[in-house]
Structures are given as structure tokens and as C-alpha cells.
């Protein structure tokens, strides 16, 4: 299928070009133009489901991520990012990583009772909780469920400290909290920014927050008090690396103090929707953007080895490590970030348990 034929079948507002077939599933299906298809798709509505999970943090193990401990308040994420690393976990829930990604989401509206419950416990041990690591806990559908306002409450309440990574400017909403927290070293934000053209970044990120409203959100939760970073993640060559210098600029203009990056990584099913997308998007160059991206990932399409699939390897990572150290120590973004502090939790008393009957109690009963 030629570029035109799938430029006809993108959805708006919508990132994947498919509903590719997950990697359990039994069998695969194929879109074909029969001439009875319209030449313009229609909408797909969003559909959401409750997700009961009977705990909510998640350990991490990863040598090369900064954080051992991590919330998702939701499965899937409607902003549509086709280079997310996280579309391959739908496959787990028998769902297609292309389109139900983003469109057959689910939320966890008991994860800010069962988050009190697990600090509660008394052999509990605070440590930073990162969120926002695989999906967006701001995006569209947190305005009505309000899963992560529900979470920061009880972070605050209990003065446990968080990390938070996200493309919306939603996150301006909770200013009120994280604010404060912020002032006691209990909270960082980073702001994901990939470009500065509202044009690619509608490509890149259909339904996310556009560059000027992310650099309004950094101004807000700067002048409240809580640091903010910048995360210029992915860096896909020849689309938006040219970028790098200008969004660091822009971050550090709007109270940005830290800036990170990661190159575009492409695991599982990742890589042919991300294919999908380059052709119906940028079939002038869609060759040469995978040809750079294999000589980052030493000659493959993702090199999943810890400490090289963030950053990768070869000339052209160099090139892009180089720039990027140059530009955020020229605007002041590479000082070393001061850890969050736990020294201030505060842990209520703990859940009350049902006292247990004696055997001779039992026997009377």
C-alpha cells in the first residue's frame, strides 16, 4: 500500500493510521479498498471501561529509568502519540496497540482510595512515585474522572513526594496543590515538548495540548513554586531533532530549571504503526527518518538493551547528545536536579483491622 492510499485512511484527530492486530491475537486482519469504502473515514468515538486492579503502585526495575515506583490511573491514552512506547501493553487486554490505544480506554477510579490504603499500611516506605511514565494521567478523559486530582490529594495529604510527566496543559489545574508541594521539595513537573510547530506537533500528538498552551502550563506551576522540567521526548531524526536548540530555548524562557530527552524508540507493534504513520505523513522522506533511526539503534529498528534504547548509539546519537548538552547548559537546564525529599511523610494511623477471635472465641461462637 502506497503512501496516498494510506494518507486517505488517517482519521482526524487520531494518530495511528490502523488497528493492527495485536501480537496474541489468533489471527490478522487487512484493510483493502473494495471501492465501497468512503474516501473519508468516519469518527472513532472514545470508549471507556473501569479497570478493578486491587493495587495501583507499581514497582520498576529498570537500571536506566530514575524511579522505582509508578502509578497509571489510566490504560491507553487519547492523545494519540503514534511512537508511544506504551501502545504495545494493549495487546495484554486483547486490543489492538493502533487505534483502540487511543479510543478503547480504561480508567481507575478507586486508585486514589487503594493509593491511601498502600501508604497506610505500616511497613510502608516513601520513596518518589513517578507518573506519567507510560500513559498521560492528564489527558482528555481526566477532566471528567479526575483520577489524578484524587491521587495528588493524597500525595499531599500525606506529604509523599511525586514526579510527574505529562503533555497537557491540564496539569495547570492542579496548581493548587502542586504548588505547595513543590515549596516543601515534595514535586517536580516535567512538560513533554517535541516541537514548537502547532502544525507537527497536531501530527505528532493529535489530541495533546499545543506548544504554546505546554509553555503556558510550565509558567503557571513555576510562579506557583513547583519545578519544572522540560522532556523533549522523542527526538525522531529528520522530523523534529532540527528542534532541539529552539524547544530548550522556549522551555527555559517559560521557568523551565531541568530538560531531558530520549530518542525515538520503536518496540513490538510499535514500529509498523510508526511506519504506517511516516508513510501517510512524510512519504517524501519516510526512508531516510528509518534509515537514521536504525544507525541510532546499531543498525536495527529498536535496540532494546538497556542504556542505549533511551539514548542510542553511533554518529547521529552523538551528534543529537552533543547539541542537546550544548543547548541546555547555555540556558541554564543542566544543573543538577535536587532529589525530592521524604523525610517530611507523615503516615496516618493505620487502616483499622476486624480484631481476630481466639480459637476458644471461635469455638463459643
Given at each position: 500500500?502506497?503512501?496516498s492510499e494510506i494518507g486517505s485512511r488517517t482519521r482526524r484527530g487520531r494518530g495511528a493510521v490502523s488497528n493492527r492486530a495485536g501480537r496474541f491475537e489468533p489471527t490478522t486482519r487487512e484493510a483493502f479498498d473494495d471501492g465501497w469504502t468512503p474516501d473519508v473515514p468516519l469518527p472513532l468515538k472514545t470508549e471507556i471501561s473501569i479497570d478493578r486492579s486491587r493495587s495501583v503502585i507499581s514497582r520498576v526495575a529498570s537500571p536506566d529509568l530514575p524511579?522505582?515506583?509508578s502509578?497509571?490511573?489510566?490504560r491507553g491514552c487519547e492523545h494519540g502519540c503514534v511512537y508511544c512506547f506504551a501502545r504495545p501493553t494493549h495487546a495484554y487486554l486483547g486490543l489492538s496497540p493502533g487505534l483502540d490505544f487511543?479510543?478503547?480506554?480504561?480508567?481507575k477510579p478507586r486508585a486514589p482510595e487503594l493509593l491511601r490504603r498502600a501508604l497506610s499500611r505500616p511497613r510502608y516506605r516513601p520513596e518518589p512515585i513517578a507518573i506519567g511514565t507510560n500513559t498521560d494521567p492528564y489527558q482528555p478523559i481526566e477532566k471528567t474522572h479526575r483520577v489524578m486530582r484524587g491521587l495528588l490529594e493524597v500525595l499531599s495529604e500525606f506529604n509523599h513526594p511525586v514526579t510527574i510527566v505529562t503533555k497537557s496543559a491540564m496539569v495547570a489545574r492542579d496548581v493548587d496543590l502542586l504548588g505547595p508541594m513543590g515549596r516543601r521539595g515534595l514535586a517536580r513537573v516535567s512538560l513533554s515538548l517535541t516541537s514548537l510547530d502547532a502544525g507537527l506537533s497536531r501530527k505528532m500528538e493529535p489530541r495533546a495540548a499545543t506548544p504554546d498552551r505546554r509553555l503556558w502550563?510550565?509558567?503557571?506551576?513555576?510562579?506557583?513554586?513547583?519545578p519544572v522540567g522540560v522532556m523533549t521526548a522523542p527526538l525522531i531524526p529528520a522530523i523534529n531533532d532540527q528542534q532541539i536548540e529552539a524547544l530548550l530555548r522556549a522551555a527555559a524562557a517559560s521557568g523551565a530549571t531541568s530538560a531531558g530527552y530520549v530518542v525515538l524508540r520503536l518496540p513490538l507493534e510499535v514500529r509498523d504503526l510508526?511506519?504506517?504513520?511516516?508513510?501517510?505523513h512524510f512519504p517524501d522522506r519516510a526512508a531516510r527518518v528509518m534509515r537514521y533511526v536504525?544507525?541510532?539503534?546499531?543498525?536495527?529498528?529498536y535496540d532494546p538493551e538497556w542504556g542505549k534504547r533511551l539514548k542510542g548509539e553511533g554518529v547521529y546519537a552523538d551528534l543529537i547528545g552533543r547539541r542537546f548538552r550544548r543547548a541546555a547548559?547555555?540556558?541554564g537546564l543542566d544543573r543538577p536536579v535536587k532529589p525530592l525529599r521524604t523525610d517530611l511523610f507523615t503516615p496516618p494511623a493505620a487502616i483499622p483491622v476486624a480484631p481476630q477471635l481466639s480459637f476458644l472465641d471461635r469455638l463459643d461462637s
Open positions: 500500500m502506497n503512501g524511579f522505582t515506583r502509578i497509571n490511573p489510566y487511543e479510543t478503547k480506554l480504561t480508567v502550563a510550565m509558567r503557571q506551576l513555576a510562579a506557583a513554586g513547583c510508526f511506519v504506517e504513520w511516516l508513510e501517510a536504525r544507525e541510532i539503534h546499531g543498525g536495527r529498528d547548559a547555555a540556558h
